[in-house]
């Protein structure tokens, strides 16, 4: 589903003053400046919603009057008794269905969970959070982290699910690659960014992490 990235407008200008534009900074809304204040704002929030399906940014689809995050919380308001929500993913916006309903929409799907997260083994599960946690970071210190050697093939799966990605080289011998989770990673795990990232400490108190000591230094 397409994720839309909206930039807030901080600053509105003072009313009845025209603001100037720039080359290619086209605004799609002027067709609502003769409408009263209140029909603009419901012609706004149609045309954002909308867009969430088709339009690659939203910036430029109401005025530099308008306050988005107002916007988004009056949609959200609008979408309260429907089967889905507008939720911030990635850094954009997303339409998702509500968990409540993920059984029939499964019914529908013959048994198969529509745009759920890849099928990962707990090896993969467990490398990609230590990526999250860690990053950048390279084999050597997921395998530390892990306990146990982490593979070449564990890596290359997340790598085919798109969850990581190699960023870079460490400056160490070897020069081996850092790892580093991908937008995909937040989209699939329905993060805004990487700040909503639970503490660590409370995922090993609550067992959702489980993890053997090191048996050696793998420096």
């Avoid at 600053?11 to 100037?20: D, I, K, M, T």
């Avoid at 593979?151 to 850092?178: M, N, Q, T, W």
Wanted: proline fraction near 9%; include cysteine.
């Amino acid at each position: 589903m397409p994720s839309m990235k909206a930039h807030r407008q901080d600053s509105a200008p003072p009313p009845n003053r025209r603001v100037p534009r720039r080359d290619g900074d086209l605004l799609f809304d002027a067709d609502l400046s003769d409408l009263p204040q209140a029909m603009r704002w419901r012609e706004w929030m149609g045309r954002v919603e909308a867009a969430i399906f088709a339009a690659p940014a939203l910036t430029k689809l109401v005025g530099r009057d308008c306050n988005f995050d107002d916007l988004i919380c009056d949609i959200r308001e609008d979408l309260r008794a429907r089967p889905y929500d507008l939720v911030l993913v990635a850094g954009g916006y997303q339409l998702r269905t509500k968990p409540r309903y993920a059984d029939a929409i499964r019914v529908l799907n013959n048994g198969a969970h529509a745009a759920g997260p890849p099928a990962l083994t707990p090896t993969e599960l467990l490398t990609v959070t230590a990526i999250a946690y860690l990053q950048p970071a390279t084999r050597a210190e997921l395998s530390q982290f892990a306990g146990r050697e982490i593979s070449r093939d564990v890596i290359g799966a997340l790598k085919r699910h798109r969850l990581i990605d190699a960023a870079l080289r460490a400056p160490e011998p070897g020069a081996p690659f850092a790892y580093v989770t991908t937008r995909k990673f937040l989209e699939v795990f329905g993060l805004a960014s990487l700040r909503d990232l639970p503490d660590i400490e409370r995922l090993e108190d609550e067992g959702l992490l489980e993890r053997p000591q090191p048996e050696a230094d793998l420096d």
